[in-house]
């Protein structure tokens, strides 16, 4: 019995979590074409939905688990239309940038969030920025908010705050010892949807356009589920910390099966009056992407141009 123990204790401490290498080169947050180049002088592609002229809006888009920015393609032409500019990037670690596949640490992509907003307000000077996240991004979103964000509002779509606290015991206690035993275990996303089947949107067609997509990760580490939910658990406890927050407008889907309502109606809860709600009853994870997409995608639009034009009188 002791020696069984013994080895756990060995196990657990020699296998820990993996996350990905922070740049080497000391750079000035910048966006260079379809590059955002962040304070450690990592390049992360970017994707953006341009207006003809100057914008009225900017808003910086952060994507969620195992997606990629091209997950604001439908969104972001209608704002594009709207006279709103759309900029997303690849988080480290999916998509295309740079270690694919791993962790790079919640408060590393905090930073690169932040130096996301310092380069688009060094390339629009004057025009108000916003920040969206959904779901993952979402979080990122949130939990930044705890330092002072030079921001014209917020937008959380569906954020991901299904923390430890909201899961079954069990959840917990394989992920623990999945992600200090086994860190590199590689699950199927696949697999796992048909141990649990969940809906993450009624647009299939988008669905199996995601499923061909060579940039969209199919398949996880242990340890990356392990960060995410630290990060979840981050987000859950946001509103006690938030600083002077910006405004902030929380859209989110009743037929949602990936983020629990529980958690999510607690988190709208305790941002209380510093958040506007607003609820779809059609609505899934994926809001944005739906098929009943129009009417989010235009409140969206619609609150951030009426945010835009307080913040520049």
Partial sequence: MKFAVLFLALALGACAPMTAPPGVA???PAIRGETLTVRDGLQLPLRRWAPEGTPRAVIIALHGMSDYSNAFAMPGEEWARRGILTIAYDQRGFGAAPYPGLWPGAETMRNDLR???????????????FVMGESMGGAVTLTALEQPLDVAGIVLVAPAVWSRADMPMLYRVALFLAARLTPGLVLSNSAANRIVTIVPSDNIEMLRAMARDPLVQRRTRADVLFGLTNLMDEARSAPERLAAAPPILFVYGAKDQVIPARPTEAVIAALGSRALVRKYDTGYHMLLRDLERARPIGDIAGWVLAEATKAVR
């Fill in 115 to 129: 130096d996301a907003v310092a380069a688009a307000r060094a390339a629009h000077p004057g025009v108000p920025v």
């Fill in 26 to 28: 000391p750079s000035v």
